[in-house]
Structure formats: C-alpha cells, structure tokens
C-alpha cells in the first residue's frame, strides 16, 4: 500500500511555437508537484511534472496523476 502526501502544487501554462524560431516547438501546460510517498520500502519525496492535464485539474486528478507515477 502506498500513503502519497502532495506538499505543493503549480500550474505552469505553456506556450506556443515561436514562428521566429526555426525548431521551436512551444511548450505544453505542466503542473510542477512535490510531494512525499511511503510503502514498505520506506519513505521518498520527490517531484514530478505532469503534463496532459488542464489549469482547471482538480486535487483528485493531481493525486490520480502522481499515484500513477510512482505505482
């Protein structure tokens, strides 16, 4: 069983490709999450940055997205 505790999250909008820049791809909007896990294998904290999920994300599909990552 794995306990997540989320400490801080940020949304960060993206950007689209700068047609003055040959190559230049943009950006996605990410959302910057740290936060702590416990399994029995102890206890890490880490950051991860999620992409794909909208500014208007709620807590639970934050919390859906980081379990993901670390399951």
């Not at 102890?42 to 909208?54: A, F, H, I, K």
């Amino acid at each position: 069983m794995i306990t997540l505790l989320i400490h801080s999250t940020e949304f960060r909008p993206g950007r689209l490709p700068d047609p003055e820049e040959p190559g230049d791809t943009g950006r996605p909007d990410t959302w910057y999450v740290r936060f702590e896990w416990a399994d029995d294998a102890g206890t890490r904290s880490s950051d991860v940055v999620l992409e794909g999920l909208p500014e208007s994300a709620s807590s639970q599909e934050i919390y859906d997205a980081v379990m993901a990552t670390i399951s």
